[in-house]
């Protein structure tokens, strides 16, 4: 049997180019996970090397889609390789169990982490150099203005939460926290 296993990362990631891409490759079942990759224990992939037998087809579409560092994904490879099953990596083709083969998994893993290993080193850079500046300020952007917020305080004076609520587009929940550090700065 063909099994085709498609991750994302995020659950607003979508899975649609993955999963058109395993049906054109003709796998008979597909099975999705929206789960983060840095962990082994992914359950619809742990439960799937557990189903896959002597003969079956593991495809997948990129090889950081079965594991993120090298050690893991060697690990994977060669339990399946040692069941009997064929594992086949869309963008680089059909891994075999020699010494070539393994040489390229091998080889193939250790860029994947050290991309993956980039983009983290990338991201902690940007931040380094945003927190530099005078203005930063980490997590979301306030929605609201400091005015905005003082106003709807002003309202609840006279008006209930929902009335603030409908006049400004501030939500209640909002609302309930600018009043408490109000509060808590008043005392």
């Known amino acids: 049997m063909k099994y085709g296993y498609s991750r994302v990362s995020t659950l607003g990631q979508e899975l649609e180019v993955q999963k058109e891409k395993l049906q054109a490759e003709g796998c008979d079942m597909i099975i999705e996970e929206k789960f983060t990759g840095t962990k082994m224990e992914r ?21 950081d889609r079965l ?14 390789f040692n069941k009997g099953v064929r594992v086949h990596v869309l963008n680089v083709g059909l891994l075999e169990n020699t010494t070539m083969g393994r040489f390229f998994l091998q080889t193939m893993l250790a860029v994947a982490e050290m991309e993956r290993n980039m983009i983290v080193e990338r991201t902690q ?63």
């Open 43 to 63: 359950p619809q992939f742990s439960k799937l090397l557990k189903e896959l037998k002597k003969g079956d087809t593991l495809v997948v579409t990129k090889l």
């Open 67 to 80: 594991a993120r560092n090298v050690r893991e994904g060697i690990d994977v490879v060669e339990d399946l």
């Open 125 to 187: 850079e940007g931040k380094a150099i945003a927190k530099q500046r005078e203005d930063f300020r980490e997590g979301r952007p306030k929605k609201y203005k400091k005015t905005q917020i003082e106003h709807a305080l002003k309202l609840l004076e006279t008006h209930s939460y929902m009335q603030v609520e409908d006049i400004t587009g501030i939500s209640k929940s909002t609302l309930i926290r600018a009043k408490k550090r109000q509060e808590q700065l008043n005392q």
